[in-house]
């Protein structure tokens, strides 16, 4: 099956969110649902500079977050592997978040589900 990825520079990145922007506009994402997300780590063992890491779904083989949701508002795509969220079918119960090792699964407050 075909793998997706997504290559940045860290060392350029300055955590404008013009990737997250992208992300929704090249996948056509409807509402507020975030497919990338990007991380502030702040500067660590004596170094000066804040770093940002842009993250989303590595779409896994054998994705942790689809076997905790209890609804089955996680789903892997036949086609091209992709891990899909039906957000109307989120019970909000965020174990799909708890499971993710990545910890890129975002929580809509204003919504009470993933997204």
């Known amino acids: 099956m075909k793998q997706h990825f997504f290559v940045f520079d860290v060392s350029l ?29 702040p500067p660590h063992n004596g170094a000066n500079d804040t770093i940002y890491l842009s993250m989303s779904c590595n779409h896994c083989e054998e994705p942790p977050c689809v076997k905790a949701c209890p609804a089955d508002a996680l789903r892997i795509r036949d086609e091209d592997g992709i891990v899909v969220l039906e957000i109307d079918a989120c019970l909000g119960c965020r174990y799909c978040q708890m499971a993710c090792p990545y910890d890129v699964i975002v929580w809509m407050e204003d919504k009470k589900t993933v997204g």
Do not use: M, P, T
């Not at 990145?13 to 509402?31: M, R, S």
């Open 13 to 41: 990145c300055f955590g404008c969110q013009g990737c997250v922007a992208a992300c929704v506009n090249a996948n056509q994402i409807k509402g507020d649902q975030h497919w990338r997300k990007v991380f502030k780590l």
